[in-house]
């Protein structure tokens, strides 16, 4: 079946660092790709999506790009803030269905 | 306006008993989904309804695990005879447009979920 593979963590920074947390999938046909965060103490968000290959989503700094040809959706951003704590989790849903199928999420500390 | 609800907020039941975990979705949303995240995990699709049927309930991971939307607003999950593995946090979604609309996808918005702990 689908699945989402994402780094683990807890991926520790200093302020203004640069970020990268991989995500990989598996799937058949072509779903669209998110990332949901989960700020302390708070519900889930949608950071950014690509609905299909070679589309890039963008939000708050935060990119990713949808690569059909190496399965990815990496997320980065150039320089990370102390508030953009959280766990970070990738995600595809399956264009028949909706639902969404989750990684396990990364955990991302900044430090000032 | 107001985002998706959920109710409670906390539950803490002993083994063998009944819950019953509640959902408002935002309003005029079609799409309703329930998810389970046990700790350190990501969220993991249970069941999904669109309006008040019940299109996909091929994640509930047993026959103690129920759910109703009987008026396509709010929804009920249903856990009976409950077990220590059932501790975690419930989480409801909301969509605007469900699969079979002209959009392939629209935006799930989440609620802040319910942490239940069987004791």
């Known amino acids: 079946g689908d699945s989402v593979t994402q780094m683990e963590g807890p991926v520790t920074l200093s302020e203004e660092a640069f970020l990268t947390i991989n995500c990989t999938y598996t799937?058949?046909?072509?779903?669209?790709l998110f990332w949901y965060v989960q700020y302390p103490g708070e519900g889930l968000q949608l950071l950014l999506k690509a609905t299909k290959a070679d589309d890039k989503g963008s939000n708050k700094g935060f990119e990713a790009t949808y690569r059909k040809e190496t399965t990815s959706f990496h997320l980065e951003k150039g320089s990370v803030q102390v508030s953009d704590s959280a766990v970070y989790f990738c995600?595809?849903?399956?264009?028949?269905?909706?639902?969404?199928?989750f990684g396990t999420g990364t955990r991302l500390q900044v430090f000032p | 306006g107001a985002g998706v609800s959920q109710s409670p907020r906390y539950k803490v039941a002993k083994r063998g008993q009944d819950v019953a975990l509640r959902c408002d979705p935002i309003?005029?949303?079609?799409?309703l989904f329930w998810y389970q995240q046990a700790l350190g995990q990501g969220p993991e699709f249970l069941t999904y309804f669109q309006n008040e049927a019940q299109l996909d309930k091929s994640g509930l991971p047993s026959d103690r695990f129920f759910a109703e939307r009987p008026e396509g607003s709010v929804s009920t999950l249903k856990i009976q005879r409950t077990q220590q593995e059932d501790s975690a946090v419930y989480l409801c979604?909301?969509?605007?447009?469900?699969?079979?609309?002209?959009?392939?996808?629209?935006?799930?918005?989440f609620g802040p979920g319910t942490r239940l702990t069987v004791l």
């Open positions: 979604a909301s969509s605007l447009v469900g699969s079979s609309g002209p959009v392939r996808y629209n935006e799930q918005f």
């Open positions: 995600a595809l849903s399956d264009r028949d269905t909706d639902k969404l199928i």
């Open positions: 799937a058949t046909g072509y779903p669209s």
């Open positions: 309003s005029g949303h079609v799409s």
